[in-house]
């Protein structure tokens, strides 16, 4: 998938305009990037287009951070100048699109070192 194609799936899936969506992908992937290991943060770059991949890596950190999904919503929502509601949904569909752009590994090993919260946010409401 290019950079193109996640940045529409995004925009139709939330309903953003495509700039939003392209802003709401950075940032989350951004934030995404300081939960992980150095590693990680390379293993998962290396399967995204480049743009999207350099949202990774300047994210990236010899110090991983620990937050929450909340968290990561929130900060999300504070870089793009969303409503919270509207940066949960954003996030969840970046997740979403990110588990049919990568590999089914990569998607598993990202989702490991993320937590239960994210793998939970990722799970249909019922």
Same mark, same amino acid.
């Given at each position: /998938?290019n950079?193109h194609?996640f940045t #529409? =799936?995004?925009a139709e #899936? =939330?309903g953003?305009s +495509?700039?939003?969506?392209a802003?709401? =992908?950075w940032a =989350? *992937?951004? %934030? *995404? !990037?300081?939960?992980l290991?150095?590693? $990680? !943060?390379r293993?998962l770059?290396a @399967?995204?287009p @480049? #743009? *999207?991949a350099?949202?990774v #890596?300047r &994210?990236g950190t010899?110090?991983i951070?620990r937050?929450?999904?909340?968290d %990561?919503? +929130?900060?999300?929502a504070?870089? %793009? /100048?969303?409503?919270k $509601?509207?940066?949960?949904k &954003?996030? +969840?569909?970046?997740l979403?699109?990110l +588990?049919e752009?990568v590999?089914?590994? $990569?998607?598993?090993d990202m /989702?490991?070192q993320?937590?239960?919260?994210f793998?939970?946010?990722l799970e249909? !409401?019922?």
């Open positions: /998938m950079e194609e #529409r =799936t995004v #899936r =939330t953003l +495509r700039q939003e969506a802003d709401l =992908t =989350t *992937l951004e %934030t *995404l !990037a300081h939960r290991s150095p590693g $990680e !943060a293993d770059s @399967e995204l @480049e #743009r *999207l350099d949202a #890596r &994210g010899d110090h951070e937050f929450d999904y909340h %990561t919503v +929130r900060r999300v504070e870089r %793009t /100048m969303l409503k $509601e509207e940066a949960d &954003g996030v +969840r569909t970046v979403a699109v +588990r752009a590999s089914e590994k $990569e998607f598993n /989702m490991s993320l937590g239960a919260d793998s939970q946010a249909p !409401a019922g």
